[in-house]
């Protein structure tokens, strides 16, 4: 531990005066948990020794400040007092082995007002800790006869990332990995750490998996079902696998959705005051077979909402547990008003293929007989999975050899509450199978259930009971429905005697018919007869079409060009080509009610956004809604789309980056007051519904957007305009009762950010739109109480600009900025472009009083891109008569 000789010199040894000031507290130390000095309880005195002022130690469990100062006696044998020094003990953990905690300091000081309290803030400030053989000394932490699993153990609280470079280790036999982001409302928490002991998540099955909590809710406001992820987790069981930088991916690997139709009718009901509710509130009931009888959870009437847990139970046992009751009215640990589907499903990533078993069911209904336990057996045949990108986890499992220690927490046999969700298989995973090209590989007589089979070397099954309709009169229409189908391939520049079995289907009703040796008893039954093949060519024909005319395109751009909905994946081959000169290339995606698509695309699909002035960028939009039946504010990311400008920049792999590249956030508070109001009837409201009223200053004036009142919402914007005018545009209206463009009733703020890689931390406010119900919130100023209220997080904005320009051009980055008058010239923004026509400069200009400062890039029309030779310092001097005084300068 180390302090600065100057900062000693002034506030330890001083300047040489004979008396100063010394706190006077000698008989204890004075402790408090805020600025705990006051001249009652350690009055100032003159000293003419040494002045001792110490931070005493204190137990950290009670946060207390503990301070103690006096002056020394002259005869004084205990303490040299003749001795200017600063005594410091430091502490130092190993799974904290860079952060150093102050444990206790004593001064002995003669600089006047050296006793200040504040003297050991400014200490710290000043103190610079220098790290030697701790690592060495650490490299064993534990006892080495018995297993370990060393873990990163951080928390962080609303941050896009979590960065950790903290790690501890427990008892491998009792713990595992775990990394969880928590979702509520504007809330976000990450953790990092060891699996809790008493956590229901020690009796996973199989390690390493992914964790997900959806609440799939009605939203009052909009008329529909909306879907929410609260929390993500990834458990893993060797040293270090829960690394932050899998964050980002968490929110990509599944998704789980109900039909509308099955919610509105289960658990919305048709609106009928009472309903059936069983009753059994104090425990779950158990059992290992129909497990529900009246006596156990009788069936009373209820007026408000039937929660119906399928709740967690120990595989172990092999149970079902139930719980169920009517809520009670004033309950504040639940919303009685709410209709909602929670559902908890794991996905085990070394399973294959790869599927969502549930894991919890918490239902919220006011349908009539909602509570019956029959209703998590229908849930589970009416859920669909999407299994999405787990890229990132299967990168880290192919470069991780998997542990073979056994531990306890892996070995639980399958619980029958949490069955695998075979019920609905998603159909995404079997392509068509008349896009499957021909190969070569597969032997003769083999057989196979899936187009990619022959590609993939891949045998696929899949059974089912017929539908009813063969069992019926047009079963002979269906060509019967006993039956075998085969598709059979011949490779014509071949062996044309050989056959490759491309896809066999069964119909069948005999016993144990659906065995999955089937397939290869009927190949290896099966009698192939050649026919009369001649006419057919050996090879394909080599006539060569000629190619079309086509004019070539001015400064070309290849651009990815695909579109999926649905789905949180999207893989894009497909190439197009435009002219650089209009355009860029992008990502967009969007996330609307419980549908992700990704356009990959060129900028004028989104017309507005081709005013942005360099590439490459990222926009945010963002829609933060007050939620009636929460009371709370939440956001939802609608629309993130990223601009790049080098030939195949809007590659997929980029997708995993982008629900995480920026947040902006709004404190409740002023959100209360400045968009919901009060809930008065009626309200002020600008009129401008027209079109936007631009000016280049304050440009509202009454004669262009009068008041009028308003008993609905008023929406307010700050329009987009094309950044070139420098105007500022403001629309305003109240919103028609009738109107069914917008949702009036939904209190919300819309906001669209911009940032560019070379100034990543700078976000630009691009578009904003208030749907409002307080007081005067159409006053225009409120835009620019906005932007001073906006917290704008920053995620994975490095990640994604980690690649600003093509790899095969050679590139210069330069710092890039111009300052006037000012004494330093602080720079972070940066620029790139090519490295065969420029180099990075830094200008520095006097005239008179004034200096200019320029930091960027050699412009193409100055002489001085004929130098020789860089690096080079340039120097440009005036040596001038001065008439006054007869002089050169």
Known sequence: MRLPESWLNTNIRGTGRPVRDCHECPDAPQCGTTDFLDSSRCPIHSCNTTCRVSDTFNDPAFELLCYQSFCMSSSDDQNDINHHRVEIEGLVYANQPNNVKIWEIDLYCRADDCSSPEIFKELREQINIQ?????????????????????????????????????????????????????????????????????????????????????????????????????????????????????????????????????????????????????????????????????????????????????????????????????????????????????????????????????????????????????????????????????????????????????????????????????????????????????????????????????????????????????????????????????????????????????MDVYCGAYNCTRPTMFQEIADALNYTIGDLSFFPLVRPTTIQPLPTTTAIKNPLKYYSCECTSSTTCACTSFEVVSLDDTYCIIAREHRDQDISFNFTYLDYYASYNYILEAPFVVVEETISYDERTARWLTATNLVLYGCNWNSCNKSELISLLPNTFQMRLPETWLNTSILGTGRLVRDCHECPDAPQCGTTDFLDSSRCPIHSCNTTCRVSDTFNDPAFELLCYQSFCISSSDDQNDINHHRVEIEGLTYASEPNDVKIWEIDLYCRADNCSNPEVFKELREQINIQIGTLAALFNETHDPTIPQRRCYDCDCFNEINCNCTRTTIKSANTTYCLILHKDYDEDRWITLGHLGLDSSRVHIRDLPYLLLEESISYNATTGRWN
């Not at 968490?250 to 139709?261: A, G, V, Y």
């Not at 189908?485 to 011949?490: F, M």
């Open 131 to 503: 790290i030697g053989t701790l690592a060495a000394l650490f490299s064993e932490t534990h006892d080495p006869t018995v297993p370990q699993r060393r873990c990163y153990d951080c928390s962080c609280n609303n941050q896009p990332t979590c960065p950790c470079d903290r790690t501890t280790i427990m008892n491998a036999d009792s713990t595992y990995c775990l990394l969880m982001r928590e979702d509520y409302g504007q809330e976000h928490w990450i953790t990092l750490g060891h699996i809790s002991p008493d956590s229901t998540t020690v009796h996973v099955r199989d390690l390493p998996y992914i964790h997900l909590e959806e609440s799939i809710f009605y939203n009052e406001n909009r008329g529909r079902w909306d879907t929410v992820t609260n929390m993500a987790a990834y458990g893993c069981d060797w040293d270090l696998c829960n690394h932050p930088s899998l964050l980002n991916s968490l929110p990509n690997t599944f998704d789980m959705r109900l039909p509308e139709s099955w919610l509105n009718t289960n658990i919305r009901g048709s609106g009928q005051p009472v309903r059936d509710c069983h009753e059994c509130p104090d425990a779950p009931q158990c059992g290992t077979s129909d497990f529900l009888d009246s006596s156990r959870c009788p069936i009373r009437s209820c007026n408000t909402t039937c929660y119906v847990l399928d709740t967690f139970d120990d595989p172990a046992t092999d149970e079902l547990c139930y719980q169920s009751y009517c809520a009670r009215p004033g309950d504040e640990d639940y919303d009685a008003e709410i209709y909602q589907v929670d559902i908890e499903g794991i996905l085990y990533l070394y399973k294959q293929p790869r599927d969502v078993e549930l894991w919890e069911v918490d239902i919220y209904c006011r349908a009539d007989d909602c509570s019956r336990p029959e209703i998590f057996k229908e849930l589970k045949s009416q859920l669909s999975f999407t299994v999405g990108d787990l890229s990132a986890f299967d990168e880290v499992l192919s470069t991780t050899a998997r542990p073979t220690m056994t531990q306890p927490v892996t070995t639980n046999p399958p619980t029958a509450t949490n069955p695998p969700a075979t019920t609905n298989p998603p159909t995404a995973t079997n392509p068509p199978t008349a896009t499957n090209p021909p190969t070569t590989t597969n032997s003769p007589g083999t057989d196979s259930t899936a187009s990619n089979a022959s590609i993939f070397s891949e045998q696929c099954y899949q059974s089912q009971c017929a539908p009813e309709y063969l069992d019926e009169d047009l079963d002979e229409f269906y060509n019967s429905k006993y039956r075998i189908d085969i598709e059979v391939v011949v490779y014509l520049a071949q062996d044309r005697s050989k056959y490759y079995i491309w896809e």
